[in-house]
Structures are given as structure tokens and as C-alpha cells.
């Protein structure tokens, strides 16, 4: 079977077939740069990032393209609020939302184009659709420049609505000289105090999906392969990107993939809740590879129900998997990446990325190294690791990659040192018949944190997590 994802627009799975033979261009939207990202933000960069890299692993030359929307009516209002210019509320948030994406493992897009940067090609994009009577300025001279949802009769077909049917665009505080309720701005004229930027229908600031739609033309071209983003942002947002672009007579995205949200105790993330659940504060219960295996096992479109318990579920699981890679290296000494995943592997990542398929597959081998392992099969150890390094890369969750293994190393070879000492004082200990002091030793390295376990090859060591 070949690779095939749900399409949004087509609302139902459809076989991948790019653009281009052996290229895939992905466009992701991403940070608008309000506040500290929590997982949910987070949760579509992970889910985006293992198609990003299932693709690649396919062979395929990816352009992955996952913008910052820099400016906004809550960041305008935060500056305002706390004195300072606008650009310092964004930049602080976009190092947190970098800081955040790398923690977990998220390997950098291609570009990361910021609106602000890119007027003049909103500025285009808007001059082609009023040129073509898809959008008019308002008249009043305020600045705004509206889409005219009446003139493209295929509006709502992404999301499915009929045109008559559409709500009406909830972006505007500012009914200013709309020419029909389900117009929405591409361009916000001026307020007093609010920064603008000059175009010929007077200064302004852009509208959010304008900006989506000149960024992704700009680095993808008119056509891209794929378009991806929250649930929550089908409509209006993904709605009105593809008719600006299209009413403009560019193809735009031929795959829209969209992942499901996060909610706690089954309802929506509040804002309160949202402030608990930030990375600083989730990577104080788990480590980084940890919240990326919760926030990626689930089906990208699945919801996800936030709970403590299923977060530590999701490390024990984790663990599993990294103390057999652990043990097949103390036994077998460095272990290669297979260059193949196995079958079932890659016809649940091929089938509209079924992680959890594929995550069946790796505790599969996991559980039939670690019998292979206790039986002393070393062949069979080394195979089965050598795949599982390979499937945990393209998940982005190999312990012994670079990106994790490195990952306290310094402070583990220093620990690694003192531990030998106080078990070779143990041993000593033992040799002499003194097992007071010998448990006395082992029970003050439990006490630390150090687990012992006595293996037939001899004493190995853990840290207690949890
Ligand atoms: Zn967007």
C-alpha cells in the first residue's frame, strides 16, 4: 500500500501523490506569538515533525515551511498593557516557542517566515484580488481592505459549509464599511497608537490569513503539497486562506491535514489550565524525549485528554523502550540504525500516520529483545535494536540519537565514575563476608536515587525516575 493521509477538503483518505516527483512542500501554521506556547501548541509541532520526517525517510526532499504570526490584536494589547514596543511581546514568545520545539525534538523547518516580514507580498496578493473583483478597500478611507466572500462561490467548501450558510467572519471589531457580513478583512486599517504598515489603500496591518497565504506562495509557490494546522483552525482561517489564494488563481494546498487538540478532563483548554500546562512546568514531571513520546503517540488526529497519570504512563512506556536499547549496547557494544523499518512499521506510518500502529510494532521488538536478551541471543538482540533504532528515529524518539543521548551525558559519566567506586568498595565488602556494610552501601545509593539491580554479567545501575 502507498502513503495516503485524510484530507480535510476531501473528507476522506486519499493516496499522496506530489507535486513534484520525489519533493514534498509542507506548510504548517504555527506560532502566532501571544504567551508561552503549552502543549497544546506544541503537540501539532510534534505531530507535524513525524510526518516531516516519514516523509523524508520515504526519500522524499521536504520544504517544510512553518510561519510566526508576530503581530496580533492580544499582542498589540499585552505591549500596550506592560509599556513596551510590540515587537519585544513577540520576540520574547518566539524564543519560547523555539526554546520549546527544540526541547522536544522538533527538527528546525526549512524557513520560519514572520508576517511582519513579508507586507509586500500581502500587499501583491491583495492588489490581484482587487484587480480581479475578489476584494475592495472599504470606502470610508479607514484602511480596510476587504475579501468579497459573495464573489468566490466556492468559499466554504474546505470546510464544508454551503456559501448561504457560512457564519459570519468573527475577526472584525470593526464592521467598518463591509459590504456583506461574511466578508472578512485581508488588511486592518490603522488605529490611532497601533502599528501600521503604508499600502495604496492607506497604512494598516495585515490580516491573519492574508499572511498565511503570501508566506506559504512565497517559499512553496502557488501550488504546495500539503497544508497542516490545528482542528480549530479550519474555519475561518484555512477557509479563507484557500479562497484568497485561489479566488487569486493559485492552486494553493492539495492535502489539507489538520490534528485534533487537547483537552482536559474533556473540555477545552481554558486559559488557567493552559498556563499549568507550559513546557517549563511539564518538563519539571517528565523529561523532553518523555512529553514528545506522550504528545506524539496518539493519532495526529486524534484528542488528546490531558492527564498526570496517562503523561507518566506515556514515560514508563518510554523507559521501556530506552532500557532495552541500554542494555543491548552494555551487551553488544555500539548499535547501528537498520536501514529499513520493518514492514508493519511502515504500513502503519503509510496508512494517515498511525503512530500508535506503529508504536505497537516497537514495543513488539522491544519485548522479544528483552527475551532475547535474558536467553542470551545475541544475534537476534542486535537485530532487533538495529530496527528499533531506525523506527525511533522516525519518530524522532531514539534514545542513542544524537539529539537524546547527549542529553546529560557529562553529569552520567561523572555519576557512572562515583557509582563504580562504591560498588567496587561493595564488592569488597561482600569479599570480605561484611554484608551489613555491603546492603549499608547499596541502601545509601537507593537513597541517592541509584537503583542497583545483580545481574549475571555483574551489578548494573539506574537511576529511579518518577
Ligand atoms: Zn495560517
Given at each position: 500500500m502507498s502513503l495516503r493521509f485524510y484530507d480535510t477538503s476531501a473528507r476522506q483518505v486519499r493516496e499522496f501523490s506530489p507535486l513534484r516527483e520525489g519533493c514534498a512542500s509542507l506548510y504548517l501554521c504555527g506560532?502566532?506569538?501571544?504567551?508561552p506556547p503549552h502543549i497544546g501548541h506544541i503537540r501539532s509541532g510534534v505531530n507535524f515533525d513525524i510526518l516531516r520526517r516519514w516523509l523524508t525517510h520515504l526519500g522524499y526532499e521536504v520544504t517544510f515551511c512553518r510561519n510566526v504570526t508576530d503581530i496580533d490584536d492580544k499582542i498589540i494589547a499585552t505591549a500596550a498593557r506592560e509599556g513596551v514596543p510590540w515587537w519585544q511581546v513577540s520576540e520574547r514568545n518566539q524564543r519560547a516557542f523555539t526554546h520549546a520545539y527544540d526541547a522536544l525534538g522538533c527538527l528546525p523547518p526549512t524557513v520560519e517566515p514572520r508576517a511582519t516580514g513579508h507586507v509586500p507580498e500581502m500587499i501583491e496578493l491583495m492588489r490581484r484580488l482587487i484587480d480581479a473583483g475578489h476584494a475592495y478597500p472599504a470606502?470610508?478611507?479607514?484602511g480596510d481592505v476587504y475579501f468579497?466572500?459573495?464573489?468566490?462561490?466556492?468559499?466554504?467548501e474546505l470546510s464544508n459549509q454551503r456559501p448561504d450558510q457560512v457564519v459570519e467572519?468573527?475577526?472584525?471589531?470593526r464592521e467598518r464599511d463591509?459590504?456583506?457580513?461574511r466578508d472578512f478583512a485581508l488588511w486592518k486599517g490603522a488605529k490611532p497608537g497601533e502599528p501600521s504598515w503604508e499600502t495604496p489603500w492607506g497604512r494598516g496591518r495585515p490580516g491573519w490569513h492574508l499572511e498565511c497565504s503570501a508566506m506559504a506562495t512565497k517559499y512553496l509557490g502557488p501550488s504546495f503539497d500539503i497544508h497542516g494546522g490545528g482542528?480549530?483552525?479550519?474555519?475561518p482561517h484555512h477557509e479563507n486562506e484557500q479562497a484568497q489564494s485561489r479566488a487569486a488563481g493559485d492552486g494553493f494546498a492539495r492535502y489539507w491535514l489538520h490534528n485534533g487538540l487537547l483537552a482536559v478532563g474533556g473540555e477545552k483548554m481554558s486559559k488557567s489550565l493552559g498556563n499549568s500546562l507550559r513546557i517549563p512546568q511539564m518538563l519539571e514531571k517528565v523529561r523532553p524525549v518523555e512529553l514528545r513520546y506522550y504528545l506524539g503517540?496518539?493519532?495526529?488526529?486524534s484528542t488528546i485528554d490531558y492527564s498526570d497519570a496517562a503523561l507518566q504512563e506515556a514515560a514508563s512506556a518510554y523507559q521501556r523502550i530506552e532500557g532495552f536499547l541500554t542494555r543491548a549496547v552494555e551487551v553488544l557494544g555500539e548499535i547501528t540504525p537498520a536501514a529499513e523499518v520493518p514492514e508493519a512499521f511502515a504500513e502503519a506510518l503509510d496508512d494517515d500516520l498511525g503512530v500508535s500502529q506503529a508504536l505497537a510494532v516497537v514495543h513488539g521488538h522491544v519485548r522479544e529483545g528483552n527475551t532475547a536478551l535474558a536467553a542470551g541471543g545475541k544475534e537476534r538482540v542486535r537485530e532487533l535494536a538495529s530496527e528499533l533504532r531506525v523506527m525511533l528515529g522516525v519518530l524522532g524518539?531514539?534514545?542513542?540519537s544524537d539529539q537524546w543521548a547527549s542529553e546529560g551525558q557529562g553529569l552520567r559519566e561523572v555519576v557512572d565514575a562515583l557509582v563504580a567506586v562504591a560498588l567496587e568498595q561493595r564488592q569488597a565488602a561482600r569479599g570480605r563476608k561484611d554484608y551489613a556494610a555491603a546492603d549499608a552501601i547499596r541502601d545509601r545509593l537507593t537513597e541517592a536515587g541509584v537503583v542497583v539491580e545483580d545481574t549475571p554479567q555483574g551489578p548494573r545501575w539506574d537511576l529511579r525516575r518518577g
Open positions: 506560532a502566532t506569538v501571544q504567551a470606502d470610508d478611507g479607514s468579497d466572500v459573495g464573489s468566490y462561490p466556492a468559499y466554504g467572519a468573527a475577526d472584525t471589531d463591509k459590504r456583506d457580513p482542528l480549530d483552525l479550519v474555519f503517540q496518539a493519532h495526529y488526529r524518539l531514539d534514545p542513542l
